[in-house]
């Protein structure tokens, strides 16, 4: 032991240790522990280092960690280590991490409460679980119940289910839910529905006895027990409820935030309706007794729907509307009485103020008078042994008697809603076994704890005891079984708390006594018992008080105070209150305070009350009518009752459901540790750990532990033997032997054990782990290490080599340098000598140069200087001459100036004289003729002038330049003559002018230069710009044509793809319209099977049943025979049920009629949407055969003309040889004769056209042969004849028939020819004429000319062709010339516009012709219509004159020898109508499918059922056919429901109902089904009965077969799916089980008799050569088998889902491997293409899912675009329960969760967890014609069907 410890308790070691907060607290070991230390060195969590301190006494070390891979387990004794801490953390991982509310703790559910609404208990929930094994599957309260279900069912003994727990912990819903299972698994024996009824108790029971608290919402205030009761079938006939302790006084007083029963607020919310208006009602705050608590409103309840739900489950329990308002009276009565105000009358006395509202409406509502209860409230009544008198009482008192009455009602009324739901309960027949709920109160302890805690934890007591009993039972029978050991394990039993309760002298004893006592008191009994009880253990008393006492329950100590306990005990109520409502007016009333009488029902009215309803109870046969009785107090009552139930559920099996609250907060998935420790102790959990522990609680299978520990031994260790291998093996491991114990089957290890082992495998595969990583390291390394050497020897060897070449190099380039620099130093040498030289020369010339300029400069300055002095000396010359010069001439101006004044003066003077005027005029005239003669001078001189300007003028115009020139130099004159001294300057000026305009003119011609050069390549660019612009443009229109192409090819994609879509839609629609009908179907035959099996429960021995074949109303039966049948059963079930519920009856008959209706309607519709798709296909086909054959019929038309006229022909002919040869008037007809010569023209212009009318037969023969040939069929099996060939093959082109008769024609014609030519002449010129032109010149011209005719043409069309190319190449280039001219804007919009119209050409030609084909179609429709009206004239007119198609009228007939053929049989068996049982019996209802199916031809039955039907038909029997089809539905019915969990005869009877429906129709003439047939098989059609309904019919049967067929596989295949595709290990070694609690799972290990992959592949292989023996259609066999695998793919989904344990990497390795088979044997099979694979796409997805990497955000997304077939619901399960099975797998995060769900969140998916499995696909017939000949079906003499003949 020590050395275990030192081995457990190493360094890195997990412990736990205690904590105030958390209770408990994780820690790793820093430093090993050695046996005698005092303290362990710990690290926390959070990294803080801690030295814990062990107790010096007992030195316990702290609890063990269990290993990481047994956390979250399923069963919390498949820890290791079994103790507190670990069980608390067990369930906070699954509830906080995993969200799984359910553990199971040994037989123990434990269910901790997630105050959020789980899809976990829907439909498919249940049904996963019904019938799996309690280990198999995850924990759940459905678990549990189907446990029990099975147990009781198995062992034939009574079953109980106890749910315990806090107030808020669930135990109402989980009862709840168990009733709910057992509801939806189990049924009802009858049609009365009382599994809805055991629900509907639910609500009635949660109104009035549930009710808000601090700790919960919906808290029941009593316990019940409800057994459901079942019948030898186990099915639900009726159930039973017992109520314990109801909480009166919650009625008249509620805590602050709790509510009263939540009835009285569902009445005061709908006070407001119509039916309410008399109760007077108000809203809850104006009560007393519902405004309390302040709080009135639940939120997210509505408690006026509630009260409509209430009563709904009133009148589903048969209690009508009046007594159900009377309840409701009786509550308002109670609300009103609680507001009556009673106020103080003096100190002893009290009153009621007069008049008072609310007393009034409750005496109105009670039916009592004002006064008595006036009086009786305020007053009592005293009797003593000699008178009577009345005290009054003090105002506290009569309050506490209104409340004591208030309560007291109540209770009634409680009491007789429990009656009356039990009467409505109760069973018809006999209980055969029943299955308890028990949902009562758990552990109560609050700060103030009073008479009802007492008697809840007095319950629990006696509870837990019987607990501790069981469990320890289990485990004695569990060592007995194994033939281990037994030694006594010590528990705790707490039946000395019992006897310290219960006892004589005890609490309860004392109580009564006490209340006995005239002047008890709460104090004088706290007394008795402080003085009684003093020397119990258990028992204590407060040192603070002496009203109260302590109790030592088995979960806590709990106080209770001694206040109010005798009050509550003896529950008493003024008498004369109760005589006062036993007066009352109102029946229900006095019926409730009745002891005695027989109960009405309260479904009716009872006779002879008036029409008041009166409503009676039977007597309570537990209640004595005593007065001893009524005396009993309640805790006296409540150890009764509470003894029934403890005897009651002691002869059960009981199941245990606790139920804990994980915060008080009502928080969703919060958990408080220390509240759930609580819990955890006061329920018995840890109890049951306790006890586990102290033995073994650890059990393992040898085959189990060899598997797991394998790894432990050697391979010497390793016998045959498994048991003595385990043995050796663990004596070595374990020395102490005591740790473990070997049973029959399984090994037994003590607590800690499992984890020893784990952790030398754990270590064991460390140590192998790091021998492999240090082999492949050493690999790795050594691997690395030769390759580095390998790399530095070559490394070496280059670098060596690249250092002698660099050596080499480099003496060479030593070599060369020294040559080079001698040749450079020379070439410097010589180059600086030679520079030297010529900068010498240079500045020798530069100085030289420079003396001279020097010089030259010197000599130039004193010769300017020379000029500039004598221009200067000239200069001041010319100035001072200038200014001499101006002087002179202003004096002499001035002086003239002066002289000329004087002159004016005297001038004036005299001109004013007349003398002087005429002087002066005489002095004008001669002036005067002066100038006239000097203006006739210049007159002259100036013509002159203009004469020579004239001639000059065209010399000054050329010479315009030198004219300006001149210009200025004359103005430069005179400027000059004007200023001489700006002469030099304005000539300096005008030349600087001329030369900047030079320059000017210079700059502008090199502008213009540039200009022109620039213009020019601008002009090349644009040209090349154009160019490519045009190029641009081709390309351009390239592109807009292959664009215009690709969007048409684009649009005819789309129009394809909006086609299939639509085909798909249609296709869904149907499916969805099938998959409704066939439910629809399935919901009938369910209906009708009940139906039948209510009619053989109510029949009686005296009665026989009508058989409906025989029925005398046998010829009004319609065709539909179920509808038929229902009617009849309808009318036989009224004749015998009249004893029974009538409602039922006609519900029953209703609900079948509307079924039919909906039946027939989707019939319909089905139909209809089949002949749209059948027609829409047909419309196809028989437009592209319509254009491929309209040349072919028309020319077959054509030479059926050219026939016939060839006919009238060779007639005229014979016409005329015959007057020719026997004419009376021989003269007439003499050669050389006129008429001999008109008749020999016209019989050589006769033969000519017969000639030419031969050749047009043999053209059109021959194409139409060669047609003929190309489109013959495939599958030409037998030898026919010759014409029978022709016909088959004719037969298949349009309009066949009288295709067919002009073929036979012609085939005739042909034969007879030769014999007509003969007859013509006997020398048979005119036959060999004939023949050489028919078969040698005239055909072989005519082919040569259709040769040539078509070269022609071909040479006709190419030409136009390539004339039409060269158009459009014209066209083309001239657009293209066109566009370079425009700019590049409108040249893309011009290609464009033609593109355009281009299109829009070729659209109008391709239109036009399409009108054409159009026209030429109508064309030779209406040619077609004419031809086929001509061949049937014909057609008659032969049948007339009863000769062959190709025969003459009048042609003479030759004997001919027929020889005697064989009778020919037409398919066909007669038989007589005596013999139709007969018939019906040996063929369907005692057929051994076996044997027809090995030896005889697939199908035969239905065969021979058509054939006999195609005799009635053939006689025209309407009741034969009526008959025989009703017969054969009734008998397959009746085998199939006699038979048909026997996969063989199912598939055999879908196999022929199939093919003989697939007979009425290639048979029924209709030509949608002939086309495939044989020209014999279209003779076998029905010729007088349309059959189309019966066809419905037997489709429908067809229908229900299938579904029949396939719950037959799922029930076959169903015991294997899990075993094979989940437990079984087909990869051996992959996985190994990990420990397992005490509800032990399937072992993945293959045992004897365990399904595995290869049961699964032989049942699918037995299925499939079953349906191929069965001659099954083999569209009908792959949907089959699509089925089958969406039924294994759902099955393991689900499972998977629900199985924690099969969640790992390992297992999704093994699924993987598992479906990868199954897609193998589809492929073997060929059935790859029937959808069964994507089925499975859920579930591979699934085990991906399990093997992905699941750590990062990018696995994230990989998971998100992976499991695409997975809903988020599915997936997130998956990951919560992903469970790793060895220590070196990790877990997913919780953080890595949240990731997916957020990803997911938007994904649009359905929110339900598994799959359905109860889906069937939606099943079709397609038509499948026999190509067997009915003449050919041979009966064998096996079948007993000797009296069939065939016909």
């Not at 070991?29 to 007992?58: F, I, R």
């Not at 002036?927 to 000097?934: A, E, P, T």
């Not at 013959?1272 to 010759?1282: A, F, G, I, L, P």
Request: hydrophobic letters at 35%; glycine letters at 4%; charged letters at 30%.
């Amino acid at each position: 032991m020590n050395r275990e410890l030192e081995y457990m308790f190493v360094d890195c070691a997990r412990v736990w240790i205690p904590d105030v907060e958390e209770v408990w607290k994780s820690a790793e070991l820093t430093k090993d522990y050695k046996n005698g230390d005092l303290s362990l060195q710990l690290m926390l969590e959070d990294g803080t280092n801690l030295e814990h301190k062990l107790d010096p006494k007992t030195k316990n070390l702290p609890y063990l960690r269990n290993p990481d891979i047994l956390v979250g387990e399923n069963d919390l004794t498949a820890l290791s280590y079994l103790h507190e801490p670990a069980v608390l953390h067990n369930l906070k991982v699954r509830f906080i991490d995993s969200k799984l509310i359910y553990t199971y703790c040994g037989i123990v559910l434990v269910a901790i409460n997630p105050y959020e609404t789980l899809p976990i208990y829907g439909t498919d929930i249940i049904n996963a679980y019904s019938g799996q094994n309690m280990g198999d599957m995850d924990p759940h309260i459905f678990a549990v119940a189907e446990e029990a279900y099975k147990q009781m069912a198995r062992d034939e003994r009574n079953q109980s289910i106890i749910v315990s727990g806090e107030s808020g912990a669930g135990k109402t819903v989980s009862a709840k839910y168990a009733m709910r299972y057992f509801a939806t698994v189990s049924g009802s024996a009858s049609e009365a529905n009382v599994e809805e009824k055991v629900l509907a108790s639910n609500p009635i029971m949660e109104a009035i006895g549930n009710a808000k608290t601090t700790r919960n919402d919906n808290s029941s205030r009593f316990g019940k027990y409800i057994e459901i009761g079942f019948d030898n079938r186990y099915r639900i006939i009726g159930a039973n409820m017992r109520t314990y302790l109801l909480e009166k006084s919650r009625v008249v007083f509620q805590a602050d935030e709790e509510r009263n029963y939540h009835i009285f607020y569902q009445l005061c919310a709908s006070s407001h309706l119509p039916e309410f208006k008399n109760l007077k009602l108000s809203k809850a705050n104006d009560f007393l007794y519902t405004r309390q608590g302040r709080s009135p409103i639940i939120d997210g309840v509505d408690d006026t729907k509630e009260l409509c739900t209430t009563r709904n489950a009133f009148s589903l329990l048969g209690i009508n509307e009046s007594y159900q308002m009377g309840l409701f009276q009786v509550l308002a009565a109670i609300l009103h009485l609680g507001n009556v105000e009673i106020r103080d009358r003096d100190s002893d006395s009290s009153m009621i103020p007069p008049n008072n509202d609310h007393l009034t409406k409750f005496c109105e509502l009670v039916g009592i008078t004002y006064e008595d209860m006036a009086q009786w409230l305020c007053h009592r009544k005293l009797k003593t042994a000699s008178e009577t008198y009345i005290k009054t009482l003090p105002r506290l008192q009569a309050t506490n008697a209104r409340d004591a009455l208030s309560k007291h009602i109540y209770a009634k009324l409680f009491n007789w809603i429990v009656e009356h739901v039990n009467k409505a309960l109760v069973a018809d027949i006999k209980q055969h076994s029943f299955i308890g709920v028990l949902d009562i109160y758990g552990f109560e302890t609050f700060e103030i704890n009073s008479f009802e805690q007492f008697c809840i934890n007095y319950a629990n007591e006696k509870l837990q005891q019987q607990f501790n009993m069981h469990v320890f039972k289990l485990e004695q029978e569990e060592y007995m079984k194994e033939q281990i050991p037994w030694t006594l394990i010590d528990f705790y039993d707490n039946q000395p708390c019992i006897n310290l309760i219960e006892a004589k002298m005890g609490i309860l004893d004392l109580l009564d006594e006490e209340c006995r006592m005239p002047k008890g008191s709460d104090d004088s009994w706290a007394q008795k018992l402080y003085t009684h009880l003093k020397t119990c253990s258990l028992f204590e008393k407060p040192r603070m008080s002496n009203r109260a006492f302590i109790i030592q329950h088995f979960a806590d100590k709990v106080e209770y105070q001694c206040e109010g306990f005798l009050e509550k005990n003896k529950d008493t109520v003024n008498e004369e209150q109760i005589k006062v409502l036993k007066a009352s007016k109102f029946d229900l009333l006095v019926e409730l305070f009745k002891d005695e009488g027989k109960a009405t029902s309260p479904t009716g009215q009872a006779p002879g009350t008036g029409g008041r309803t009166r409503l009676s109870v039977k007597p309570d046969k537990s209640r004595d009518s005593s007065s001893k009785e009524h005396k009993k107090t309640v805790g006296c009552q409540f150890r009764n009752s509470l003894q029934m139930l403890m005897e009651t559920l002691n002869a059960t099996t009981p199941h245990y459901v606790r139920c804990i609250k994980p915060n008080d907060f009502k928080q969703a998935f919060s958990f408080d540790p220390m509240r759930a420790v609580q819990q955890l102790r006061a329920c018995g959990v840890l109890e049951t750990i306790r006890i586990s522990a102290a033995g073994f609680p650890s059990r393992w299978t040898y085959q189990e532990f060899f598997s797991r520990y394998r790894v432990l031994m050697k391979q010497k260790d390793v016998l045959s033997d498994k048991k003595l291998t385990c043995r050796n093996v663990l004596e070595k491991l374990v020395q102490d032997q005591d740790k473990y114990q070997f049973g029959q089957t399984k090994i037994f290890f003590r607590a800690g054990q499992v984890a020893y082992l784990e952790k030398l495998r754990a270590d064991k595969l460390r140590a192998a782990c790091i021998r492999i990583q240090k082999t492949i390291r050493c690999w790795l390394a050594r691997k690395k290490y030769m390759r580095m050497r390998d790399a530095a020897i070559t490394i070496q060897r280059f670098t060596r080599g690249y250092q002698a070449r660099c050596l080499a190099k480099f003496i060479r380039r030593t070599l060369a340098a020294i040559v080079i620099q001698k040749y450079q130093k020379m070439y410097v040498a010589r180059k600086r000598y030679r520079q030297k030289q010529t900068a010498a020369l240079a500045i020798q010339t530069i100085l030289r140069a420079y003396m001279a300029r020097q010089k030259y400069q010197a000599l130039l300055r004193e010769h300017k200087a020379v000029i500039i002095q004598k221009h200067a000396r000239g200069w001041l010359a010319r100035r001072w001459y200038k200014r001499c010069l101006s002087s002179i001439v202003y004096l002499q101006c001035c002086f003239r100036r002066m002289r000329a004044r004087r002159e004016l003066k005297k001038l004036k003077i005299e001109a004013r004289s007349v003398e002087h005027f005429k002087k002066l005029n005489k002095g004008m005239e001669n002036k005067i003729m002066q100038l006239q003669r000097k203006i006739d001078e210049q007159t002259k001189e100036n013509k002159c002038v203009n004469e020579k300007l004239v001639g000059l003028e065209n010399t000054y115009t050329t010479e315009s330049e030198r004219l300006r020139g001149e210009l200025g130099r004359l103005r430069g004159v005179e400027e000059d003559a004007r200023s001489k001294g700006n002469q030099v300057s304005c000539l300096l000026e005008e030349l600087e002018k001329l030369r900047k305009e030079l320059s000017t003119t210079q700059q502008e011609k090199k502008i213009i230069e540039d200009w022109v050069q620039t213009y020019k390549s601008e002009m090349e660019k644009m040209v090349s710009e154009l160019k490519d612009q045009n190029g641009l443009l081709k390309k351009e229109k390239d592109d807009l044509n292959r664009l215009i192409q690709e969007q048409s090819q684009q649009m005819t994609e789309k129009m394809a793809r909006a086609i299939a879509a639509e085909t798909q839609q249609l296709e869904t629609d149907l499916n969805e319209e099938r998959s409704r009908y066939q439910n629809l179907l399935t919901e009938h035959l369910r209906l009708e099977e009940k139906y039948d099996d209510l009619k053989e429960h109510i029949s009686k021995p005296g009665h026989r049943r009508t058989d409906s074949t025989h029925s005398s109303n046998e010829s009004e039966y319609t065709y539909n025979s179920e509808f038929a049948e229902s009617e009849e059963g309808s009318r036989a079930a009224e004749d015998l049920t009249r004893g029974m519920d009538t409602s039922l009856t006609l519900k029953l008959q209703k609900r079948l009629t509307e079924l039919e209706q909906e039946k027939q309607s989707l019939r319909n519709e089905l139909e209809n949407k089949e002949e749209q798709f059948q027609r829409a296909r047909a419309r196809d086909e028989s437009e592209f055969k319509k254009v491929r054959g309209a040349e072919l019929e028309y020319e077959s038309l054509k030479r059926q003309e050219l026939e016939s006229e060839n006919k009238k022909l060779k007639h005229d002919l014979a016409e005329m040889r015959k007057s020719l040869l026997g004419g009376t008037a021989a003269s007439a007809g003499a050669p050389g004769s006129p008429a001999y010569k008109v008749l020999l023209d016209q019989l050589n212009s006769s033969c000519e056209e017969l000639e030419v009318r031969k050749e047009e037969v043999l053209i059109l023969r021959s194409q139409l042969v060669s047609q003929k040939e190309a489109m013959q069929h495939k599958d030409e099996k037998e030898t026919m004849t010759e014409v029978a060939v022709h016909v088959e093959d004719i037969s298949k082109l349009k309009d066949a028939d009288e295709l067919k008769q002009a073929y036979l024609g012609l085939k005739d014609t042909n034969r007879s020819a030769a014999p007509d030519f003969q007859k013509l002449n006997e020398d048979g010129e005119l036959w060999l004429v004939n023949q050489g032109l028919k078969e040698t010149i005239r055909l072989l011209e005519h082919q040569l000319q259709t040769q040539r005719r078509n070269y022609d043409s071909e040479v006709e069309s190419l030409r136009g062709e390539l004339q039409n190319v060269k158009e459009e190449n014209n066209r083309q280039q001239q657009l293209l010339a066109q566009n370079l001219q425009l700019p590049p804007e409108a040249r893309i919009e011009a290609s464009l516009q033609h593109e355009i119209t281009r299109l829009t050409h070729e659209n109008l030609d391709l239109m036009e012709q399409l009108e054409k084909q159009d026209r030429t179609i109508r064309k030779l429709k209406k040619q077609l219509k004419v031809y086929s009206k001509r061949i049937g004239e014909m057609g008659a007119g032969q049948a007339e004159g009863q000769t062959s198609p190709g025969q003459m009228v009048d042609e003479p007939i030759h004997p001919v020898n027929i020889p005697r053929r064989e009778k020919d049989f037409q398919g066909m068996l007669e038989y007589k109508k005596e013999d139709e049982l007969k018939l019906v019996k040996n063929l369907i209802l005692e057929l051994k499918p076996r044997g027809v199916a090995v030896n005889l031809i697939p199908g035969l039955p239905a065969y021979i059922l058509f054939m006999c039907l195609r005799h009635a038909d053939y006689v025209n029997d309407d009741q034969k056919v009526r008959t025989l089809l009703t017969s054969t539905i009734n008998s397959i019915k009746k085998i199939l429901k006699k038979r048909g969990d026997d996969f063989e005869t199912v598939s055999f009877w879908l196999a022929n109902t199939c093919r003989f429906l697939h007979c009425l129709k290639q048979y029924s003439g209709d030509e949608v089904f002939m086309k495939q047939n044989t020209s014999r098989q279209n003779e076998h059609c029905l010729s007088n009965f349309d059959l189309t309904e019966y066809r419905s019919v037997i489709s429908d049967l067809a229908i229900q077969i299938y579904q029949q067929l396939i719950k037959c596989m799922e029930n076959i295949l169903y015991p294997m799916i899990v075993s094979g595709m989940l437990e079984h290990e087909t990869i051996q070694g992959v996985s190994g089980a990990k420990p397992t609690g005490l509800r032990k799972r399937t072992s993945s290990i293959a045992d004897e008799g365990m399904n595995t992959l290869d049961s699964i592949l032989r049942q699918l292989n037995a299925f499939h050569s079953t349906m191929c023996q069965h001659g099954t259609d083999p569209e009908l066999i792959k949907q089959v088998v699509k089925q089958q695998f969406y039924f294994i793919g759902a099955v393991t989904l689900n499972n998977l889902l629900l199985r924690k344990d099969m969640c790992s990497w390992s297992k999704g390795m093994q699924i993987r491997y598992n479906v990868s088979q199954l897609e193998e044997w589809l492929r073997d099979k060929g059935l790859m293409n029937c959808g069964a694979k994507e089925t499975l796409e859920p579930l591979i997805q699934a085990a991906q899912l399990l093997q992905v990497k699941k750590k990062t955000d990018e696995d994230a997304e990989a998971i998100c675009s992976m499991c695409l077939a997975l809903t988020t619901a599915q997936i997130v399960k998956v990951l919560n329960l992903y469970t790793p099975v060895n220590e070196f797998e990790e877990r997913v995060s919780v953080s890595f969760i949240r990731t997916i769900q957020t990803r997911l969140r938007d994904r649009y998916g359905s929110p339900q967890l598994l799959m359905d499995t109860k889906i069937i696909y939606p099943i079709t017939f397609p038509f499948n014609p026999s190509s067997l000949a009915l003449e050919t079906v041979q009966i064998p003499s096996s079948l007993n069907l000797a009296f069939l003949t065939r016909v």
